[in-house]
């Protein structure tokens, strides 16, 4: 079963623009991870946020963790045309010891 | 450095037949999990080894086994194929077992007719 849920399924925005894409989970976790995924090949790691953190950046990356609401955010700013690709949020259930992921956000940057 | 490598990169075989996936970790990582995931889904999580042994294993039927061998290296297998299982295997690996970073190959293309 997939814990984490992403929303929206797919986006479409232009470039230069900001990209939101949401995550969801349903049990408690220890860190929550995003990955990006190119045309079905292998997955790329972009982040790591633990649960006692609350914001963390990379370059143009922003997510954010909110235990409380069991959500995530995942925020890409200024959009180039090579950040199309699909989002993936992965959690792991405290006790558990695996990775479950969503089934992800299509992103779509038009030039 | 030299990413996870995986092999084959696709492969078709028919339905009853097995199939014998092969994957080389990230050098010093000790940990290799392995996933599939089907068209227009995310990954699911089949095994993961560390140190030769088995750390996890998600809901797949016996039909699915993997092993760690000395070097790491590790492969899975899967027995009396059946359509379903035509999907893209991931292998990832990290150097602590768990749930950490993990680094994921490109994966093999599994088509079964």
């Known amino acids: 079963s997939q814990q984490g849920e992403e929303d929206p399924q797919a986006l479409s925005i232009q470039e230069g623009e900001n990209a939101t894409m949401n995550c969801s989970y349903k049990?408690?976790?220890?860190?929550l991870q995003w990955y990006r995924q190119n045309s079905g090949r292998g997955l790329v790691h972009l982040i790591l946020?633990?649960?006692?953190?609350r914001e963390k950046h990379s370059g143009r990356l922003r997510v954010t963790l909110d235990t409380s609401k069991k959500s995530s955010s995942l925020l890409i700013t200024a959009s180039r045309a090579a950040d199309t690709a699909s989002y993936f949020c992965?959690?792991?259930?405290?006790?558990?010891?695996?990775?479950?992921f969503g089934q992800g956000t299509r992103l779509t940057i038009n030039p | 450095d030299a990413g996870v490598t995986q092999s084959p990169t696709h492969l078709i075989k028919t339905r009853g037949q097995h199939v014998t996936l092969r994957c080389s970790p990230i050098?010093?990582?000790?940990?290799v999990s392995w996933y599939q995931q089907v068209l227009g889904q995310g990954p699911q999580f089949i095994f993961q080894?560390?140190?030769?042994?088995?750390?996890g294993r998600g809901n797949f039927p016996d039909r699915f086994s993997a092993r760690q061998f000395p070097n790491y290296s590790s492969e899975l297998n899967v027995n009396a194929l059946l359509l379903g299982d035509s999907a893209l295997y991931l292998c990832?690996?990290?150097?602590?077992?768990?749930?950490?970073?993990?680094?994921f190959g490109p994966g093999t293309r599994l088509t079964v007719l």
């Open positions: 080894y560390y140190e030769k042994e088995e750390r």
């Open positions: 992965a959690t792991d259930a405290k006790g558990a010891q695996k990775l479950v």
């Open positions: 049990t408690s976790i220890n860190n």
């Open positions: 946020i633990r649960s006692n953190e």
């Open positions: 050098s010093g990582h000790k940990s």
């Open positions: 990832a690996s990290s150097s602590l077992a768990g749930t950490d970073t993990q680094y």
